[in-house]
């Protein structure tokens, strides 16, 4: 049972390293994951900035960037489970454990069905592998 919080890092980190893989794809290449399947809505994207920074990178170009943090957050999400794992840290299980609950209603109320079944999976196996210790 001591294992299963290594498998939950290992989703993780499988979902995030595929992200990031997914996102350099399209930042060199022309757009395939993470553009609109309606391809007349990418140039639009491109054309338009956000309300926060007018004269700021376009919309499309900030996705990107975002999609390149994220996949960052959950690679470093997954290598903190296995610090929390490897060393008892406590206090770091909680978090890890509340890290996993919020990504796995984010991933529910905004993402799609791959993302929350790994969320909902890693989540599970944390707290069944630090539940058994």
Known sequence: MKYLPFLAAAILATLGTLHL???IHDV?????????RNKVLLEP?????????????????VLLG?????????LLFALLIVVASLYEIAWLKLA????GAAFTV???????????????????LMAAGWAWR
């Open 28 to 36: 060199v290449s022309e757009p395939r994951y993470f553009a609109p």
């Open 21 to 23: 893989i997914y996102t």
């Open 66 to 74: 975002f999609h390149v943090s994220h996949s960052i957050g959950v």
């Open 96 to 99: 890890m454990l509340c890290v």
């Open 106 to 124: 984010i991933a529910w109320r905004f993402w799609f069905h791959i993302p929350l079944i790994g969320c909902a999976a890693a989540t599970a």
């Open 45 to 61: 994207l491109r054309a338009t900035h956000l309300g926060l920074a007018p004269h700021g990178h376009d919309f499309w170009t």
